[in-house]
Structures are given as structure tokens and as C-alpha cells.
Nanobody, 114 residues
């Protein structure tokens, strides 16, 4: 069974950038649609970006600022985050779309603050 390990989070000032990585323990080639999710304190987990076979989708709140990509050969999914805002502060997770309870990892914390 595939497991995901997220990394790349940290503390960044507003307007800054981070690149998150999601490394899979097995092949993700067969997982057609992968996504990045986030959960802010006191809020429900939300989907922010998804990538399928050549297409991507984004939540309105991150459109134009975040870019999702995947490297099937290296079993990794990325999230490039630019122009970060304080409201982007959350724990970020990767999972398939639709999500599976079996695939949630520990996530990576992103904090946007001056």
C-alpha cells in the first residue's frame, strides 16, 4: 500500500514562496488524480489543488499563486506556492482525489507570518 510523506513546509513572510513535496513509498502511476489538501486551525480540511492526466485544478483561493505538478517516475507530487498570504497558514497534506483515509500522512506545516 502506498504511503505519502510530505515535506518542505516552514515559516515564511507574506509574499514569500515555498515548494512542498509529497514522496510516495510506492508507485503513484496508477493513481490517476492526486491532490494537495490543507487544514487550518479550527477549520475543516480542504482541497486546494489537483492534478490528473495532463490537467490541473485549483481552489479559487490559490488560483494564480499555486502550481501543482507530479513526477510519476520518481513517485513525487509537488506544490509550488508563491505570493503566500497569512490565510495560507495550515498543515498541508497530499492524497488522491477523492481522498482515502488510508493515505493521509502527517502533513507539513506552513506558516505565513511577518
Amino acid at each position: 500500500q502506498v504511503q505519502f510523506v510530505e515535506s518542505g513546509g516552514g515559516l515564511v513572510q507574506p509574499g514569500g514562496s515555498l515548494r512542498l513535496s509529497c514522496a510516495a513509498s510506492g508507485s503513484i502511476f496508477s493513481i490517476v488524480v492526486m491532490g494537495w489538501y490543507r487544514q487550518a486551525p479550527g477549520k475543516q480540511r480542504e482541497l486546494v489543488a489537483g492534478i490528473g492526466s495532463g490537467n490541473t485544478n485549483y481552489a479559487d483561493s490559490v488560483k494564480g499563486r499555486f502550481t501543482i505538478s507530479r513526477d510519476n517516475a520518481n513517485n513525487t507530487v509537488y506544490l509550488q506556492m508563491n505570493s503566500l498570504k497569512p490565510e495560507d497558514t495550515a498543515v498541508y497534506y497530499c492524497n488522491r482525489i477523492p481522498s482515502s483515509s488510508s493515505y493521509w500522512g502527517q502533513g507539513t506545516q506552513v506558516t505565513v507570518s511577518s
